[in-house]
């Protein structure tokens, strides 16, 4: 299981079997027999990091499936890889990395449409189940899709640290009084305190990639 897992290339029942020199029948019947969990994903992996002050990060990916026309799970889904709707299964997960720099996927979920569920719920879910679990983080990073007001007040919550990507059309208050889209602040400097309209204060950073912006929040300790 924890090659099907891990492995990045030849994820197949085939590949396994040949590895392990074992037959391909066995290991379809130990897949349709077994049914994992995410706890289960978080028993083994929390064994193979440092569960000391955890960088979580926060990602989701579409496995490609064009031809799949009667597959559970498969829909059309946003794809980063090809910059356009795909259709394809949606696997989002919490990847964890230790102060060593180790690092392994210790939470998932399977979009599931029937479930009514965003990205966002599924992301809160997963948290706060890791947490539950035992998991010490210190820190999360996640891309815009997931730095809603409603995430960014949870983590606060939970006493954590974090940094998102942020959309550029989010407003922000560098001094009382005075507000503008991220896109429009006069006088931006890397590192900026402003005030996040509906949350409170952040740091503000800003990277180039080609011709687009792309905009950042940290959150702290008030005492950082």
Same mark, same amino acid.
């Given at each position: 299981?924890?090659?099907?897992?891990?492995?990045?290339?030849?994820?197949?029942?085939?590949?396994?079997?040949?590895?392990?020199?074992?037959?391909?029948?066995?290991?379809?019947?130990?897949?349709?027999?077994?049914?994992?969990?995410?706890?289960?994903?978080?028993?083994?992996?929390?064994?193979?990091?440092?569960?000391?002050?955890?960088?979580?990060?926060? !990602?989701?990916?579409? #496995?490609?499936?064009?031809?799949?026309?009667?597959? !559970?799970?498969?829909?059309?889904?946003? @794809?980063?890889?090809?910059?356009?709707?795909?259709?394809?299964?949606?696997?989002?997960? #919490?990847?964890?990395?230790?102060?060593?720099?180790?690092?392994?996927?210790?939470?998932?979920?399977?979009?599931?449409?029937?479930?009514?569920?965003?990205?966002?719920?599924?992301?809160?879910?997963?948290? @706060?189940?890791?947490?539950?679990?035992?998991? *010490?983080?210190?820190?999360?990073?996640?891309?815009?899709?997931?730095?809603?007001?409603?995430?960014?007040?949870?983590?606060?919550?939970?006493?954590?640290?974090?940094?998102?990507?942020?959309?550029?059309?989010?407003?922000?208050?560098?001094?009382?009084?005075?507000?503008?889209? #991220?896109?429009?602040?006069? !006088?931006?400097?890397?590192?900026?305190?402003?005030?996040?309209?509906?949350?409170?204060?952040?740091?503000?950073? *800003?990277?180039?990639? *080609?011709?687009?912006?792309?905009?950042?929040?940290?959150?702290?300790?008030?005492?950082?």
């Amino acid at each position: 299981m924890g090659f099907l897992m891990t492995e990045p290339n030849s994820i197949s029942c085939t590949q396994l079997a040949e590895t392990y020199n074992i037959s391909h029948d066995s290991v379809n019947r130990f897949l349709e027999r077994e049914d994992y969990t995410p706890h289960d994903l978080y028993q083994e992996a929390i064994q193979h990091i440092d569960n000391y002050k955890l960088i979580v990060s926060i !990602d989701d990916t579409v #496995l490609d499936k064009p031809y799949s026309q009667h597959m !559970d799970l498969v829909s059309y889904f946003w @794809s980063g890889k090809h910059h356009r709707s795909v259709k394809g299964i949606n696997l989002i997960t #919490l990847y964890a990395t230790d102060q060593n720099g180790q690092n392994i996927p210790i939470n998932f979920r399977i979009y599931d449409k029937s479930e009514g569920k965003t990205k966002n719920d599924y992301f809160m879910d997963m948290l @706060s189940e890791v947490l539950g679990w035992g998991a *010490k983080i210190q820190f999360i990073t996640g891309d815009s899709w997931y730095s809603s007001t409603g995430n960014l007040k949870t983590i606060r919550k939970y006493g954590i640290r974090f940094m998102f990507g942020i959309d550029c059309n989010r407003k922000v208050s560098p001094e009382k009084g005075q507000w503008f889209q #991220l896109r429009l602040l006069p !006088d931006f400097h890397q590192g900026q305190v402003v005030w996040l309209k509906d949350f409170g204060f952040v740091q503000l950073f *800003k990277t180039q990639l *080609k011709e687009q912006q792309r905009f950042y929040i940290v959150h702290q300790d008030e005492d950082d």
